[in-house]
């Protein structure tokens, strides 16, 4: 998907995938294959999203393709029509949408859908998603019988359903009354941040219902959602929307220490090669986590060559047990090995629990304890955080609460991967608040799902010659690195003890397999590295969506930290810091150096700017040292 309009919007008629800004009297929104997004009444964001989904009965989401689209729009109202089809190994569904923004502010978003196969299916139909930032706001909700709930936005992260069977929701933000309403089916809301989206999500069908569930051909699915803003009588009728000019950046004054970060071994069982080695060695690890699975043969010769590797890195392991049928067995076997380890730390789970349950955890302490283990113990869940958050384990005999993140459960596109980062802090603030007083670790943080923990049916396995569904392609780009460099702020301000990433190799890491050319972000952790036992201070950012930063300083050093998230060639403003940098940038001309010669790039002395105003090329990510 695109980031940006058609450089020149004029010189054909807008496609579908461009961005489409929209206006309905004092309301924006944009328009982006079929997602209706940023939804504002001047600067105020009101809703971050709407869309359809279908999703099978393992709950991936069939995408769209969108044909016979159609379009006016004026300066004050827009209409939109088109086609979408959902189609993959006999699932075919397709529906036709309108989309009308009307004068006085009110946009209606409505489908009418046939099934054209038998399938099954865990839902289809909208899904409306109110941004993160409407935490803590009082509502008001109108149930199917037309009674009424007085509640709020939660402020921690909510473990279940906050609303039940909602056919209106009004609340008020900023000054800006809002209520949408929803037609054609039961909805409810779950708290997105449990799978780091920044937003509260309003969907159909109810998750207390039965699924997966089977559709007919020729079933009939229409639903619609309406959504009315206003200001107060009295209140200025327009206020400017952000537009897309240079983005300002200022120092918050708040510092946060940086945590350990440590990196992933492929579970294939070899010590890394001498080459891999020497890059791994060169980003500092604070450890390197390894998977010990009990059920799986030879998992003593793998756990042997984790070490191995480890050791030659310079750094300690980070041991994830996965406890089989016999756990007791399992963790005598792992204890009479663990002093050949070197050890940073033990996560213990569960194999058949998404959460990691008490008795489980009370063991493993006994017996590891009992051995003379004396490495920190963690434990929760090696899924997601709503898996921790619906299942919180007893902490009496845990040193720290673990869960993974992954940017991709729910949506897929640039735009909605940049908007997950300031969740993943709310996630490990979420989970400091159950953690009673111990640390919360966060392994791994992968770009794309490493395994379905709610799969209903088995995942289909990838053909011959494609790429395994965990491997995302923007791994190995300046995208990829911009989105890491950000996650790491977001963790390291939100107090997380220690964070792990992505593989040392291979599709899932840092570099080709075998220690040759290296991807855009091995440079976002050499820089940390840098910096490695210092602090971060995040930048606030007018516009993070487009431009985030931070500061990192140690031992009298600083250096800042520029990520430009969009396609397009962007200024940002820095306001705080003064006098002059050295910068170096890592984009589109400088990126065949830094992949295939890292060390010439980074010796490579940047260019003397004042501070003030900076060009930030499309999806680049700028070091500023100061001089």
Not at 370 to 393: C, K, M, Y
Not at 546 to 562: E, H, M, Q
Request: proline fraction near 8%.
């Amino acid at each position: 998907m695109h980031d940006h309009e058609p450089s020149n919007p004029d010189a054909r008629e807008p496609s579908p995938s461009d961005r489409i800004r929209l206006a309905a009297g004092p309301v924006s929104a944009v328009f982006e294959d079929g997602f209706l997004r940023y939804i504002r009444l001047g600067t105020v964001e009101i809703v971050r999203g709407l869309y359809s989904a279908v999703r099978d009965h393992n709950w991936d989401t069939i995408p769209g393709r969108i044909r016979d689209f159609r379009m006016e729009r004026g300066d004050d109202s827009f209409a939109l029509r088109y086609v979408s089809e959902h189609r993959r190994e006999g699932i075919l569904f397709s529906w036709t949408a309108e989309i009308t923004g009307a004068p006085d502010g009110t946009i209606t978003y409505s489908m009418d859908g046939t099934v054209l196969s038998t399938f099954r299916k865990n839902r289809i139909g909208f899904c409306l998603l109110h941004p993160m930032s409407l935490a803590g706001l009082p509502c008001r909700v109108t149930h199917s019988d037309n009674s009424r709930e007085d509640g709020s936005f939660p402020s921690l992260i909510s473990p279940h359903q906050p609303f039940l069977d909602m056919r209106r929701i009004e609340y008020e933000v900023r000054g800006v009354r809002v209520s949408q309403d929803f037609e054609g089916e039961v909805f409810e809301m779950e708290d997105q941040r449990n799978w780091t989206d920044a937003s509260f999500k309003t969907y159909c069908t109810p998750l207390g219902l039965p699924f997966p569930v089977e559709v007919r051909e020729g079933e009939r699915i229409r639903q619609r959602i309406v959504i009315r803003a206003s200001r107060p009588a009295g209140s200025p009728a327009r206020v400017g929307a952000p537009d897309s000019g240079a983005v300002v950046l200022k120092t918050t004054g708040s510092e946060y220490p940086l945590p350990p970060l440590g990196f992933c071994l492929a579970e294939g069982g070899e010590a890394l090669p001498p080459a891999e080695i020497r890059r791994i060695s060169a980003l500092a690890p604070g450890f390197l986590r390894t998977e010990v699975r009990f059920s799986r043969e030879g998992w003593a010769e793998r756990l042997a060559a984790a070490a191995a590797s480890a050791r030659a890195a310079g750094t300690s392991l980070q041991a994830a047990l996965h406890l089989g049928d016999d756990p007791a067995v399992d963790l005598d076997a792992f204890a009479a090995r663990a002093p050949d380890l070197p050890l940073a730390s033990v996560l213990v789970f569960k194999e058949g629990e998404k959460s990691t349950s008490g008795p489980w955890i009370a063991e493993a302490r006994a017996r590891l304890r009992g051995a003379g283990v004396r490495a920190p113990i963690g434990s929760g869940t090696d899924a997601f955080f709503a898996e921790l958050n619906r299942g919180r384990p007893p902490v009496t005999d845990l040193d720290f609460l673990t869960f993974s993140i992954n940017p991709q459960v729910h949506a897929f596109d640039d735009a909605s991967l940049v908007e997950t980062l300031p969740a993943q802090a709310a996630a490990v603030e979420s989970a400091r608040a159950f953690a009673g007083g111990r640390g919360v670790a966060v392994s791994p943080v992968t770009f794309r799902m490493r395994f379905n923990p709610n799969a209903t049916g088995p995942e289909p396995q990838p053909k011959p010659g494609e790429p395994p569904a965990s491997a995302d392609p923007r791994q190995r780009t300046l995208f990829g690195a911009g989105w890491t460099a950000a996650s790491a702020a977001s963790l390291a301000a939100a107090g997380t003890a220690s964070v792990a990433y992505y593989q040392c190799s291979g599709l899932l890491g840092l570099m080709e397999t075998g220690g040759g050319t290296v991807f855009p972000m091995y440079h976002v952790f050499a820089d940390l590295a840098d910096f490695r036992g210092g602090t971060l201070e995040p930048l606030d950012s007018e516009d993070p969506l487009r431009v985030s930063g931070y500061v990192l300083r140690r031992d009298g050093r600083s250096a800042v930290f520029l990520v430009n998230h969009t396609g397009e060639t962007t200024e940002a403003i820095l306001e705080g810091p003064t006098g002059r940098f050295r910068v170096r940038s890592l984009d589109g001309g400088t990126l065949p150096e830094a992949a295939s010669d890292p060390r010439a790039f980074r010796a490579r002395n940047g260019a003397r700017i004042p501070a003030g105003r900076l060009r930030l090329e499309p999806e680049a990510y700028v070091r500023m040292d100061t001089e």
